[in-house]
Every structure is written in structure tokens, then in C-alpha cells.
């Protein structure tokens, strides 16, 4: 096997602050970067061991990055990429960001500043200023493997979205995202700025397709089919900053859907103050590689989160899911809800967290994880962990990882449905129960088309 | 007169769960639009019957041979036998979340119309029939969308497996217990929607504890089953007679009976 051959060829600084200077960036935020750069160079790479990403980030020539944005360009004009989120918004109102055209969305949702993330940077300081790698997350800051990939980000991202709302204002239309990266590109690194100042309100789905390799690969078995021939895998970093203010509410879905070569990591952080309320929920269908770690701290008394995440899983994809939510207020709630369905070869890893902190009294957080598994090598590796320093709490966790209920399948063949059909509606259900609980908007939608192109791929 | 093919014959069945026998040569024939109650104590093999009928993988036929309607039914899969027309009301119906009954249940008569070769049944006709049998079976609208056994309590298990019955319209209906557990109201509905469906074309095996259900069911023919065996055979009567004496006296007259002819090899005809 000749896989993970470690060595990560950096851009030189010159190159980044050519490109920082091309975009017309203010000084603060090349600051910025040349910081996260800096440390980047100072921080240990992670170690390549568990699906680890670090041997994708090999060399690339600076003339790439130039072609690479004229390619997705391309790619996006002629729509290649195969969307949930463009079909499922057929069917209801959402203000689209496709194809990076952030203005029109804009203008179909008042009051929202919806910009590109550099153009913000320079329109907006005095809003983009002290959240953009200043609030839920901060680069050098934790050092481990994730504060890593976060250095990536604030060094090295090329896209961006920033979106505020004033306080009190409720976005009248879910906003849509639709991040594209194309095949020809073989790096991109994306980040996504939300504010929502006291009592906003915003619904945003946001899918990332592409990344169409020159075919999948990953860890041996078909070791060289995924990249290029020259070792570089097509990949996509995501980061996610989110700060909710006073009873501000946010719903965001996240639907990973990249095409069969992609790896992505992708992270995020959301602060919530007081009385705030998140719904996440996190869609894992696509790609061939996909590490997502989203946390959420609940700084204020009465804030609440509920995370959701969905995955499905065939070939030979690996998930690796982290969640957490940390309680430090007092009266914050919280729920996790994890379902995913695996099959041939498909592996997914989980690790879930509650941490309720000294002082969080009357904290509660709970959650429950299920895996449904259709094939006899598919496997899951599912951890759910609570760590607890305050008396005063309600705190639980469950995790079930199992094939098809043979009881539920007799039954349903008792009636005359076929062994497919039957494993199919049991999996719709499995799906929608957990769908019934959440409210974020086009979800729903997005996993039916997806599970059904999942299922209709077995054949 | 020609003789009619029986909807169900049995011949002398032996059945094994995790390798303990539990039906242990057992011979049962019911005829087209014929009614046949079994009846017995806890653990004589009734359920398991009803479970190795309809196809159950956790029971296994370990000797005998079981025809519907003259095919072989023992090497058909569970849902061959559904779409064919065998259908098993259970004891206790598996949950399944997030599946609802209206798309479940469209699902599985479309799955029988194919069998007979009538193609998917329209939106409107759908509905119509289930409104129509919901009605039959004093049941609200609104439970069409639950999810498929999810918390229903002890009735509306019952209720739904009945339900399920009616639209689909089998040859042939094994109800396991449906009357246990039911009040008296509840348990003329379910009476009443097998009723419903008397005729040439429909055949059931009742199989219970008790003699109730019967005064509303009024069987053609009356089984007794003990230890994996059919012990007795007769009329009405005959569940009268178990009523009131229990089942204990016919465990003593047996045994006298099986020392009796231990000899001569045994099985009731």
C-alpha cells in the first residue's frame, strides 16, 4: 500500500499575502491569516492514523489556485453538480445562494446582510471585525488535531459568507447555501460568519457539493483511484462561526453531499447567550471521507440546543461525527439526536458529548444515538460520553447499533411486501422518526431525495 | 360432486423452536368458508402453529407437510404466503417507527392485487375502502397516520390487526388471541369484522383461550390442543364443555389415554 505518505508542502507566506492583497483583504484580516500561519507552521500535523486527512495536503503548484477558481466557475455555470438542496427548493420558498451570487439572496430577505465573506471584511469591519476567528472560534486554541484543521481555515480559507441580522428581526424566507467545489480543484477551504444579534431570527440549509474525484478511494483496497496520479486528493475544509445573541434563534442545516471522490473535514462552533436557541442538524451522505465536528457552548442562563445528525452510508465512506455541547449556564438544555443507516463496507465514527460545567445548575443534556447497519461488514464505532461537575443536573445517554429488527421484517412480510420492500420501509421509518422531531426547514425534503438516491443505487 | 379442494390441510406436523419440539404431529384440514376455533391451555403450541403458518424463521419444520389451497406452503416465504392470501393476525404485532399505517397498508394490498393480477389500487378507491372499513370497525380517521404499532395500547393492537384483515381481504385468517385483552365492546368489533367477512371465500382458524369470542363467532368446528397435539375435535359444544371444565381434566383423561396406546404408536386423526 502506499498511502499516507505525510508530507504537507505549505504555500509559502509570500503566496498568501500576494492572493490576501489581490482580494483587496483589510491589513487586520491578512493579519490574521499571517498569524494562523504562523502557528499553523508551529503546530503538530496530525499523525495520518485513523482516516486521518494530513497526506491529502501535499504540494501544490500557487498557478493552481488561479485555475482552480476559474474551473469552479466553469462548473457552476453548467450546473454538473447533482443538488438536494436545488431540488428540494423547487418545492419551497428559500432565498438561494448558488453559484456564489450572494446579492440576489440578499435582496429577497430584508435586513440581512448576506455578503461574501472578504467583502464583508471590507464593508463591514465594524461587524466582521470582532467575531471573523474571534468568538466561537479561535485559531491556536485547542492543540490537538482539530485546532489544526482550524489554522487551515483562518490561514487559508478563499470563500466565504458572512450573514447578520439586527436585533429583533425575523428573516421572513429560509436562506439557502449552496457551496460548490469543483473537480478540477483540488483544495478549497470555506468559511461561514453568523451573528445574530438579540432576538433575530434565521433559517439557513446550506449543502456542499462536488468535488467530483477522478474516482473513490481511501486506505488501500483501491489505493490510487481517488486522486490524481500524483497522490493529491480533491479537498474541501468547512468551517462554521456562529454567535447567537440574547433569544436570538438560529435552525441550520448542514447536508454534506459531496460526489463519490470528495474528503472534507468541516468544523464548527456556535456561542449562545442567553435564553438562545440552536437547531442543528447535520447531513453526512456524500463524499468519501467526511470528518464534522460541530460544538456548541451554552454560555447564557435558559440557552438551549437541540443537534441532529443523519448519516448514510455505503461503498466504502467513512463519517467521523464529533458533537458536543458544553452547559455552562444555568437552566441551558440540551438533546442530542444521532440516527445513521450503513452498508456494504460503510464505517462511521461517533463521538458525542455533554458537558455540564461547575455552575450550570438546572442544566439538562441528553442523547441518543441509533445505527442501523444493512450489511454484515459495515461497522460503527459509536461513543456517547457525559461529563458532569455541577449537582443540580438532568443528564442521560443511549446508543444502539444493530441490523434490521427480524421481528419488524417478519411482520412486514407477513403482510406481502417482498424482503427489499420490507427494508426499505423500515429504513424510511427509521429515517422519518427521527425527521418528525426536527424543524428546520427543507430538511426533511433533503434526506427523503437523498435516501431515496441512496437506496435506488443499490440496485 | 366434485371434491373441493381444502384451503388449508395439515398433515402431521412437527415444529422445533431453538431444537425443543413444541408441535409434535399435528393434522388440522379447513375448508373453503369454514370457521375452526382452537382452542387450549398456555404453551400447548398454538401460537407456534400460527407462527409456522405464516412463515416465522425462528420455527422450524421438522417433519409433516402443509398445503393452502394445494400448494406446498412450507416452501413459501413469508410473503408469497401474505400475497396468496394467508394472513396471521398477531399476538403481539412488532412497532415500527416512523412507517404509517395508510402508506404500510397501501403498500401491502398492492402487493396482494398483484398476486391476483389487478394492478395498484387508485388514491381515491384506496381511501374510500378504508374509510369504509374504519367505520366497520369503529375507528377514528386520524389513526391511519400513526406510525405502525407504535404505543397503540392493548385495543388498538387488536383493532389494527383486524383492520389490516379487512382490506386485505385474505382466503384464509389465523387471529392468535385477538379476543384476549379485549372488552366486551371492543370484542363485538372485532367479532363483527370477521363477520363481515363470512363467505365461501373465507376461511379462519380462532385460535384462543377462551369460549367468549365464540358466541360472537359461532365456529363450524371446535379444536382442542395439548401439548402440541389437536387432542379433541367436535362442534360448538365442545368449547362449552372446556369452558366449564378447564383444560386440566383433559390433561388427566389424556394421559390415561397415552399409556393406553403407547403401544399402537399414537396420533389423533
Known amino acids: 500500500m502506499t498511502e499516507n505518505a505525510i508530507t504537507i508542502a505549505w504555500p509559502d507566506w509570500a503566496r498568501l499575502e500576494e492572493e490576501s492583497e489581490a482580494r483587496q483583504e483589510p491589513s487586520w484580516l491578512r493579519e490574521l491569516r499571517r498569524r494562523a500561519f504562523r502557528l499553523l507552521q508551529e503546530t503538530p500535523q496530525p499523525n495520518g492514523r485513523d482516516g486521518d486527512l494530513s497526506f491529502l495536503l501535499q504540494a501544490e503548484a500557487p498557478q493552481q489556485v488561479a485555475e482552480q477558481r476559474a474551473a469552479e466557475g466553469d462548473e457552476a455555470a453548467a450546473g454538473a453538480q447533482e443538488s438536494l438542496l436545488v431540488e428540494a427548493a423547487a418545492e419551497m420558498p428559500l432565498a438561494l445562494v448558488r453559484d456564489g451570487k450572494v446579492s440576489e439572496a440578499g435582496q429577497l430577505v430584508p435586513q440581512i446582510v448576506l455578503a461574501e465573506l472578504g467583502e464583508a471584511a471590507r464593508q463591514y469591519p465594524d461587524l466582521v471585525r470582532p467575531y471573523l476567528f474571534n468568538s466561537a472560534l479561535k485559531p491556536g486554541q485547542p492543540e490537538d488535531e482539530t485546532g489544526f484543521y482550524l489554522l487551515l481555515q483562518a490561514a487559508l480559507w478563499d470563500w466565504g459568507l458572512f450573514l447578520h441580522l439586527p436585533a429583533g428581526v425575523q428573516a421572513e424566507m429560509p436562506v439557502g447555501v449552496l457551496q460548490q467545489i469543483t473537480a478540477a480543484g483540488r483544495r478549497a477551504f470555506r468559511h461561514v460568519l453568523i451573528v445574530l444579534e438579540a432576538g433575530a431570527e434565521l433559517d439557513l440549509l446550506e449543502e456542499t457539493v462536488g468535488g467530483a474525484a477522478v474516482g473513490a478511494a481511501w486506505h488501500g483496497a483501491t489505493a490510487r483511484e481517488g486522486d490524481d496520479g500524483q497522490g493529491n486528493r480533491p479537498l474541501l475544509g468547512q468551517s462554521w462561526e456562529v454567535v447567537l445573541k440574547e433569544g436570538a434563534k438560529l435552525r441550520l442545516g448542514l447536508v454534506q453531499n459531496l460526489a463519490a471522490g470528495g474528503c472534507t473535514f468541516r468544523l464548527g462552533r456556535a456561542l449562545l447567550e442567553k435564553d438562545a436557541t440552536l437547531e442543528l442538524f447535520a447531513v453526512e451522505v456524500g463524499g468519501r471521507w467526511s470528518r464534522l465536528q460541530f460544538e456548541t457552548e451554552l454560555i447564557g442562563q435558559g440557552a438551549s440546543v437541540s443537534s441532529f445528525a443523519l448519516f448514510l452510508g455505503t461503498g466504502r465512506q467513512r463519517y467521523h461525527l464529533d458533537l458536543g455541547h458544553l452547559h455552562r449556564g444555568e437552566h441551558t438544555r440540551s438533546d442530542m439526536t444521532v440516527r445513521g443507516v450503513l452498508r456494504d463496507r460503510a464505517y462511521t465514527r461517533f463521538r458525542g458529548l455533554g458537558y455540564i460545567h461547575f455552575g450550570a445548575q438546572g442544566a439538562s443534556s441528553f442523547q441518543r444515538t441509533d445505527t442501523l447497519l444493512l450489511s454484515r461488514t459495515a461497522r460503527a464505532d459509536v461513543v456517547p460520553s457525559l461529563k458532569i461537575d455541577e449537582d443540580d443536573v438532568q443528564a442521560g445517554h443511549g446508543a444502539a447499533v444493530g441490523q434490521v429488527d427480524e421481528e419488524a421484517l417478519f411482520y412486514l412480510m407477513s403482510r406481502g411486501l417482498s424482503r427489499v420492500q420490507a427494508t426499505r420501509l423500515i429504513v424510511e421509518g427509521f429515517l422519518q422518526s427521527l425527521l418528525d422531531k426536527a424543524t428546520v426547514p427543507g430538511v426533511d425534503r433533503v434526506v427523503r431525495l437523498a435516501a431515496l438516491k441512496k437506496i435506488e443505487s443499490q440496485a | ?269
Open chain 2, 1 to 269: 360432486m366434485v371434491q373441493q379442494i381444502p384451503r388449508l390441510e395439515i398433515r402431521n406436523l412437527h415444529v422445533s423452536v431453538d431444537g425443543k419440539e413444541i408441535v409434535k404431529g399435528l393434522d388440522l384440514t379447513i375448508r373453503p368458508g369454514e370457521i375452526h376455533a382452537l382452542m387450549g391451555p398456555n404453551g400447548s403450541g398454538k401460537t407456534t402453529l400460527a407462527l409456522t403458518l405464516m412463515g416465522h424463521p425462528r420455527y422450524q419444520v421438522d417433519r409433516g407437510e402443509v398445503f393452502f389451497e394445494g400448494e406446498n406452503l412450507l416452501e413459501m416465504e413469508p410473503d408469497e404466503r401474505a400475497r396468496r392470501g394467508l394472513f396471521l393476525s398477531f399476538q403481539y404485532p412488532a412497532e415500527i417507527p416512523g412507517v404509517s399505517i395508510a402508506n404500510f397498508l397501501r403498500s401491502a394490498l398492492n402487493a396482494r392485487r398483484g398476486f391476483l393480477g389487478q394492478g395498484d389500487i387508485s388514491l381515491r378507491d384506496f381511501q374510500a375502502l378504508l374509510k369504509e372499513k374504519l367505520q366497520l370497525l369503529e375507528m377514528d380517521q386520524s389513526f391511519l397516520r400513526r406510525s405502525l404499532n407504535e404505543g397503540f395500547s392493548g385495543g388498538e393492537r387488536k383493532r389494527h390487526e383486524i383492520l389490516q384483515m379487512t382490506v386485505l381481504n385474505p382466503r384464509l385468517a389465523i387471529l392468535d388471541e385477538t379476543d384476549s385483552g379485549l372488552d366486551i365492546d371492543a370484542l363485538k368489533v372485532v367479532a363483527g369484522g370477521v363477520n363481515s367477512m363470512r363467505g365461501p371465500d373465507f376461511s379462519a382458524l380462532i385460535i384462543t383461550h377462551y369460549q367468549r369470542i365464540l358466541r360472537y363467532l359461532q365456529p363450524d368446528f371446535v379444536h382442542v390442543m395439548v401439548e402440541g397435539r389437536i387432542v379433541r375435535s367436535g362442534g360448538p359444544e365442545l368449547a362449552q364443555e372446556f369452558e366449564e371444565k378447564g383444560y386440566d381434566w383433559v390433561r388427566e383423561e389424556l394421559a390415561g389415554e397415552t399409556a393406553d396406546t403407547a403401544q399402537a404408536g399414537g396420533g389423533s386423526q
